[in-house]
């Protein structure tokens, strides 16, 4: 995984490449491509699907599909829904929201910060030996 500029991954491997995180102008596109893909409300779900794993699957930087129409004749129902219910649960786990509650934002805060911090543990354990700290009246 590939970590973002924020706090978390920006990139999840999955089978056939890599789902990547969508902006949120990226995400309303594949909505709207989907939305004029279907020709009913029963094709909705898969066609939006489909627009959003053309968008967020990638092979080695570059899109594996050109476009939804390319996902729905190139995989199979239960891939393409494979596929957005792995990027929907990244994307939950990398941007919560604030309806999972309060116990589960804190979770993921200490979460983030131990990640962090533990990027830097013993960095200065060399140094500090030269320098052990002082006990006694005087420090």
Partial sequence: ME?????????VKVAGGWLRLLSAREALDARREGDELARDGRERA?????????????????PVFEDGEAVLD???????ARLARAWADFNRDV????????????????AWSTRLMSAFSGACSGCSALCPPRSGQNR
């Fill in 3 to 11: 970590r973002g500029a924020w706090t978390g991954p920006d990139r």
């Fill in 95 to 110: 941007n919560p929201s604030a309806l999972d509650g309060e116990e589960e934002i804190l979770r993921r805060k200490k």
């Fill in 46 to 62: 898969l066609c939006r699907n489909a627009c959003l794993v053309a968008k967020a699957l990638e092979r080695r930087g570059r």
């Fill in 74 to 80: 190139g995989l199979r129902v239960e891939d393409i």
